[in-house]
T-cell receptor, first 114, second 116 residues
């Protein structure tokens, strides 16, 4: 599986935007970029995913570089509830037959300062 | 809408014992995966079940086995427990898609296993 590189930790002030970077220089043409986050004492939670174009949903935005070798997860206004470990994951397009897995790295631990 | 539920939430075992963890997938989902998360690490894929069969397996020994039932719920069994098996065990569910594309997993809160 293609690998991703993320900073170990980041800090943000509450109510300010947060940009979480992810490098994935070996991404293949059919790899999707997924972001999950894990709040303390909880399981990972899906945030957003994309293939080539930028994506927006109620939780965040995903900006994908034109060459797809990097991406940025954008939280528009950080709240204390956004303090979590954020994982950037590449996954090949799902082709059915019930075979699917995610390969997690260590992620970025985001701290939000009140 | 109930998400993924796991039981028990915490348990303590001693080396050599056996443990069974249980998972009920999110309503409408038919595929269950299990992940192991050691302290300070990201989750590691153990295996995935679909249509009551193991479809894919990660780099885990045969001591780790599982089962999926007709109602899509699943069990993870670990035999001959080692100290290194102490971890958070996560269950994730999804819906098999017949369409080529991305898949999204819904995770439970996990079962925290401590082996003494």
């Amino acid at each position: 599986d293609a690998k991703t590189t993320q900073p170990n930790s980041m800090e943000s002030n509450e109510e300010e935007p947060v940009h979480l970077p992810c490098n994935h220089s070996t991404i293949s043409g059919t790899d999707y970029i997924h972001w999950y986050r894990q709040l303390p004492s909880q399981g990972p939670e899906y945030v957003i995913h994309g293939l080539t174009s930028n994506v927006n949903n109620r939780m965040a935005s995903l900006a994908i570089a034109e060459d797809r070798k990097s991406s940025t997860l954008i939280l528009h206004r950080a709240t204390l509830r956004d303090a979590a470990v954020y994982y950037c994951i590449l996954s090949p397009a799902y082709s059915g037959a019930g075979s699917y897995q995610l390969t997690f790295g260590k992620g970025t631990k985001l701290s939000v300062i009140p | 809408d109930a998400g993924v539920t796991q039981s028990p939430t915490h348990l303590i075992k001693t080396r050599g014992q056996q443990v069974t963890l249980r998972c009920s997938p999110k309503s409408g989902h038919d595929t269950v995966s299990w992940y192991q998360q050691a302290l300070g690490q990201g989750p590691q894929f153990i295996f995935q079940y679909y249509e009551e069969e193991e479809r894919q397996r990660g780099n885990f020994p045969d001591r780790f086995s599982g089962h999926q039932f007709p109602n899509y719920s699943s069990e993870l069994n670990v035999n001959a427990l080692l100290l290194g098996d102490s971890a958070l065990y996560l269950c994730a569910s999804s819906l098999v898609s017949r369409v080529f594309g991305a898949n999204v997993l819904t995770f439970g809160a996990g079962s925290r296993l401590t082996v003494l």
